[in-house]
C-alpha cells in the first residue's frame, strides 16, 4: 500500500504544480495582462508600465512563474479590486461555507443513491426499474438551474413551505441555524449526482451479483438477503468511494450554479459576481482554490479506498 | 472418421456483420429511437418551424411585452414584446448549432489528442495525460467562466470556448481506449506479419475505437448544449437580438415572483429534451455498439 | 446395493435465454450411494456441470427443472422450497467450483468466509465456529493456519485457494461433495495435490462424490463409477474399470481414442470426431451422436437409443450396472483394443528431416521491472526472471515442445522467439541470422519466416475484419501477389486447413473454436514461413476438436516441411507431437532430449515429478509437492532446489549440465539414473 500512496501522493504534486501553470496562463491570457486587470482600462500606459516593473511582469514568464508560485505558497493570491480586500481573506471567509454546501449535498446523495441503486439493481427489468432509470436521464439532461427553479417554484411560491433564498449567515453554524433555507439548495446540489451514483451503483451491484464468489455464498446455504448484505454490498460499495473523488468537478460546478441561484454566501456566489464585475484576481484565486480542493479531494478519497480495500491494503 | 475433419456441418449459424448488428442492436432499442425521433422533432421545430409561424425576433416591440399566452403568441410574449414560440425556434437553432459543432470538435480533438497519448505510451503519454488531470480537476464551469470573461461571446467563439473545456474528458476515454486496443494479440499478430504503427492505428486501433467515439460524441454534444445553457444562465450568453435556450430560462426567472410561467417552463423543458434526446441516443448506441465507457456520465460537469 | 444417498430420475432442464430455450438436460437417471465417488464426464456444453448444479438448485439464471426428481436423503430437492434447499446447501451438500481465483470473497478474511456455513447450519457461537474453520484449514492442508485465518483471498496462490474453497465446501462435514472441474484452473502438479487432498478427505468422512470434469485422465483414479454425457443425456455409465477397459458407445470410444496419451504410436495421426455437439434448442430425433459417427445407421437416425446393457438387453434393474445407449455398440469383450476398430487410415512416414539449425536461441533473458514505471529501472529493482538463460536449437522439419507450468516463462519464450518481445540478454537467431541486427525492411522480410500461431485465434484477429481480410493481411502488409493472386493463395490456404472457400466472407466470431484454430493457422502460414511458434494452440479446445488439430498441424508439417516451436502446459500432448522437447521450470530449461529419451528416462527431479503426478501410481512414483517460488525472487543455483527431495547445499551453486546420449540432457547435480 505505501508505494501506491507515494504513487499517487506524487501525482498529485504534479497535478497540483499543473493547476497552478493553467490558473498562471490564463493570467496571462487577460486582456492587458494582469497590470490592465488589476489596475483597470483607464490605467495610463506609464503606471502600467510602472506596475509591470514592480511587479516584475516585465521579466521572462518562467521567471514570472516562479514568483507567481512563491506568492502562492505565501498564501498571497493578489488584491480584488472591487472588494478593496485580498483574494486570500475573501477565500478564507467563503470556503467553509462552499464546503458545507458541497458536503452535505454528497452525503445526501450517497445517502439517497445507495438504496435507490441496490433496489434498481435486485428489481431489475421490473416497473421500479424502469420508473428510475427514466427519473435518472431526466436528472441527467436537466440544468441544475432549471431544476432549482423548478423547485423554488413549487416548493417556495406554490407550496410556501422552504425559503428561496439560502441562510445568510457569516458563520458555519449560523447557517446550520436555519436549516430551512439550506433544503432548497442542498437538494438542488445534490439530486443530478444521486442519479450518477445510483446508475453507478445498480451496474456495480448487477456485476457483483454475476460473481462467482455470489454463487459460492449460495452454495454455503446463505438466503438471497444475507448474500447481498454480506457479500455484494461491500464489494459494490467500495469502489463509490472513488466515485465520490471524481465526482468533485461536478459538484463544485453545481454549487457555483447554485450559489448564485439562492444567494448563498460561498465561493461559488464570490465567483459568480466576480465574473459579472471582471474581478479577475478573484475569478483566478477561486479558481485555483477549487482546483486545489478537488486534486486534494480525489487524492483523499483515492486514499481511504486503498485503506478500505484489502486487495491493496495488505499487499506485502 | 477421417484424420482432418472439414465437416460441413461443422460450420455454425451464420451470424450478422458488425454493421447489421448495430442497426438490429438500435432498432431493438426503444430508448435511442425514442431519442432520434425527439431530435427529429426538435430539428424540424427549430429550423421548418419559422415558415409556418413567422415571427420577428430582431426588434422589440415593448407594446407587446409580457403577454400571457393566448391568439396570436400561443405562448406569450417576453418582456420584450418577443414572440416565445418563434423565439423559441431562433433561440433553439443557437443551442443546437453550438452545441453539436462544440461537441463534434471537442470529441475530434480529444479523439487525436487521447489515441496519439495511449498509443505512444510512456513519457509522452505521462505528461499528456497529467495535463488534462490538471484541466479536468478545475470543474468545467469555472473554467468555462473564466475563458469566456477573456472573450466577446459569438457563435464561433462560444463554439470554441466549449470545445477548449469539453476535450478532456473524450481525450482520456480514447485514452484508455488506444491503450488496451495497442495490446490486443492481433494487433501484435500483425506486426509479425511486419506491419508497422501506420498501419496498427489506421487499420485496427481507429476502426475499432470508432463505436467508442461515437458514443462518446453524442454524450459529448448533450453536455455541449447543457453548457450553452450554463453559460447563458451565468450572464455569458450571446449578444440581443441573438438567444438560445439558456437565455431565454434565465431572463424568466426575473419574472418568477409574479408568476410569468410561461417564460420558463417552455425553454426550460426545451434544454431537458433535447439534452435527454442525446443520452437515448448514445445509451443506444453503446448498446448497439457494446462499448463500455469507464466511469458514470457527468463526472465532467 | 444399499438405499442411494442421492437418486437422480428423469431430470429434465430448460435454458431460456431471451432469444431461445436450450433442453440442457434431458432425461438423466443416476444413483449414488453413502460414500460412493461418481465422475461426471463430458466435453463443454454436454450438460455435466448442469446436473450438478440441478442437485444444489443454484442453475443459472434462465434455468429451470421442467421434469423429474433428485431424491436427497428421501427428500425431492427438485420440488423443494427454497428454505429447504438453504438447509442442505454447505451443509449436508458442499460444492467446489471451477476457478478458484474467483469464487472466493475477495474483500472477506479466509477465516470469516470458512466459518461463515458454520454460524449459518449450527449453533457454534462466533469463537468455536473460528476454531473449527482453523482446524479445518489445517485439514485441507494450509500451512499456518491461524495466521492465514487473517489472510484475504488475493494473498493465496491459487492451489491454496481452492484448498480454502475445499475447506469451507466440507467444514459441516457434508455427506455429499460435489466438485465441478475443481483442478482444471490449475496446474498438474497443484491438480494432483488437490485431487489426493479430495482422495483423502473423502475416506476420512466416509462422503459421497460427485467429480465432474473434462479430463478423463483425472476420473480414472479417483472414482468409482463414471457416467459419460452427450447432449444433455447419459451416453454411458460404468464402473470406472471396465469403462477405461471396453469402452461400448460409439461416442466414449472415440473419445478415449482422441487422447494423445492414449495413442498407440505418435508418428500415426489421432483418431478424431468430426463435427460438433448438437445445439438443443430442438430435441434432435434419434441418436444425438449419429450426425458424426461413423457406424450411425438409418435407425440410430430416426429411434433414440435407451440406456441398456446390450443391444439387445433391456434396463437392468441394477442402477449402478454398466450401461450404454447405443444400437451399435463396441464389441464387449475384455481387453479389445477399442482403437483397431477406428484406426485412421494411412500410418505417416516421417519427413526427410535436415539436420541445419533453423531456430537458435542463446543465453536467452528476458526480466520484466517489478513495478512499471519510470523509477523502476533506476532503482536497480532485479524485476520478475520470466526467461532466465536458455539456450536451444530447432532443426529444419522438426516439432520442438516445450512443456512447463503456468508462469515458468514458455509464453514468453515463444514471444521471445518471434521477436514480439526483445530480449534483455541473449540472442535470437534465424536461419543463421541474429534477430537483433535486422532493420526497416530486413526485418520485414524476416517476418515471412517466423509466424506465431495464438491460443485464442479469436482474440488475435481484427474482431471487424472478415476472414478474407484476415487471411489477406499478411500477403498485403509483405506485397505479395496481385489481387487475384492473393484470393487464389487464401482459398488454397482454406483447403489446406479443411475449411469451406466461402469462410472469406464470415467473421471470425461466426466460427467455433476449432475452426478459429484453423483460421489461425491458415494465417500463421500465408506467408509460408519456415517455423511456425504455437503457443497453447490447442489448450482451449475440447478433447475430440484437439486431435484434429493436432492432426492438420502435423499433416501440414510434413507437407510443407515446417518446424514447430510448440509450447503447452500438456504433457500427453507434448509427447504426442513433439520430436525432442524441453522442459522448463522458473524461466530455466531443466531438460532437453528426444521426446521418447525425456518422458521415458526423465534425468532431472522436476521432470520426473511431473511425469508421476498424471501417470498411474506407482511406489517408486514422487509426486511434486509445494508450490512454484515467486519469478520475482527465484532461488539461487537450481531453482527447482526448494521442491526437490534430493536437494542439497550443492544446489545453490549452478547446477552442471549431464547427458545421457543422443542429446538428452539435464541441468542437475543429481541426475536420476533411468
Known sequence: MIGFLAKRLAQALVVLLLVSVIVFVLLHLLPGGPARAILGVQATPQAVAHFNHQQGYDRSLPQQYLMYLGRLLTGDLGESYRLNQSVGSLLAERLPRTALLAGLSLALAAVLAVPLGILQAVRRGRAADHVLTGLAFLAYATPVFFLGLVLVLVFSQQLPLLPAEAPQADTVGGILAEPAGLVLPVVTTALGIVAAFSRYLRSAVLDNLGEDYVRTARAKGQSGTRVLVRHVLRNALLPLVTLLGLYLPTLFSGTLVVESMFNYPGMGLLFWNAAQGSDFPVLLGVTLVVGVATVLGSLLADVAYAVLDPRIRSVP | ?301 | MTEPLLRIDDLHVDITTRDRTVHALDGIDLDLAPGEALGLVGESGCGKTLTALSVLGLLPAGGRITRGRILFHGTDLAAAPEPVLRGVRGHTVGMVFQDPLTSLNPTMTIGAQVAEPLRLHTRLTRAEARAKAEEMLGLVGLPRPAERMTHYPHQLSGGMRQRVAIAMALVCEPDLLIADEPTTALDVTTQHQILELVDALRARLGMALILVTHDLGVIARRVDRVAVMYGGRIAEHAPVRPLFAAPRHRYTQALFAALPERAPDPARPLATVPGRPPVLTTRPTGCRFAPRCGFATDLCRTAEPELTDGPDGGRPADRTAHTFACFHPAGPAPGADPVAEIRPPAPATAPPRADAPLLRLTDLAKSYPLHGGPFARRRGAAGISAVAGISLTVRRGETFGIVGESGCGKSTLGRLAVGLEAPTTGTVEVAGRDLATLRGGELRAHRREVQLMFQDSAAAMDPRMRVGAVLTEPLVIQGIGDRAARQRRIAGLLDDVGLPRGAVDRYPHEFSGGQRQRLGLARALALAPSLVVADEPVSALDVSVQAQILNLMRALQREKGLSYLFISHDLAVVRHVADRVGVMYLGKLVETGPAEAVFDRPLHPYTRGLLDTVRPPDPASRPLGGETPSAAAPPSGCRFRTRCAFATERCAAEPPLVGRGAGHVASCHFPLRG
Open chain 2, 1 to 301: 472418421m477421417t484424420t482432418t475433419a472439414p465437416a460441413p456441418q461443422d460450420a455454425a449459424p451464420a451470424v450478422p456483420g458488425p454493421v447489421r448488428r448495430v442497426l438490429t442492436g438500435f432498432r431493438r432499442n426503444k430508448l435511442a429511437l425514442t431519442g432520434a425521433l425527439i431530435l427529429l422533432a426538435l430539428l424540424a421545430f427549430c429550423f421548418l418551424g419559422p415558415l409556418l409561424h413567422p415571427t420577428d425576433q430582431i426588434h422589440t416591440d415593448l407594446t407587446q411585452a409580457n403577454r400571457a399566452p393566448g391568439a396570436g403568441h400561443p405562448l406569450g410574449t417576453t418582456d420584450l414584446g418577443y414572440d416565445l414560440l418563434g423565439r423559441l425556434m431562433y433561440g433553439g437553432r443557437t443551442s443546437l448549432e453550438v452545441g453539436l459543432a462544440a461537441g463534434l470538435l471537442a470529441t475530434l480533438v480529444g479523439t487525436v489528442y487521447g489515441a496519439v497519448a495511449g498509443y505512444f505510451g510512456g513519457w509522452p503519454d505521462a505528461v499528456m495525460m497529467r495535463v488534462t488531470d490538471a484541466a479536468l480537476a478545475i470543474p468545467a464551469l469555472f473554467l468555462l467562466v473564466v475563458v469566456a470573461t477573456l472573450v466577446t461571446p459569438s457563435k464561433p467563439v462560444l463554439i470554441l470556448v466549449i470545445a477548449s473545456v469539453a476535450w478532456l474528458s473524450p481525450a482520456r476515454l480514447l485514452r484508455g481506449e488506444a491503450l488496451a486496443l495497442r495490446s490486443r494479440d492481433y494487433v501484435h499478430a500483425m506486426r509479425l506479419m511486419g506491419g508497422g504503427g501506420t498501419r496498427a492505428v489506421f487499420r485496427h486501433i481507429l476502426p475499432n475505437a470508432l463505436g467508442t467515439v461515437v458514443v462518446n460524441a453524442t454524450f459529448q454534444i448533450a453536455d455541449a448544449i447543457l453548457y450553452v445553457a450554463y453559460l447563458s444562465f451565468l450572464g455569458l450568453s450571446l449578444p440581443p437580438p441573438a438567444a438560445d435556450w439558456g437565455s431565454l430560462l434565465s431572463a424568466g426567472i426575473t419574472y418568477t415572483q409574479v408568476g410569468h410561467w410561461w417564460l420558463i417552463f417552455p425553454p426550460g423543458i426545451a434544454i431537458v429534451l433535447v439534452v435527454a434526446a442525446f443520452n437515448f441516443l448514445g445509451d443506444g448506441l453503446r448498446d448497439a455498439f457494446d462499448v463500455r465507457l469507464d466511469t458514470g456520465r457527468g463526472s465532467h460537469r
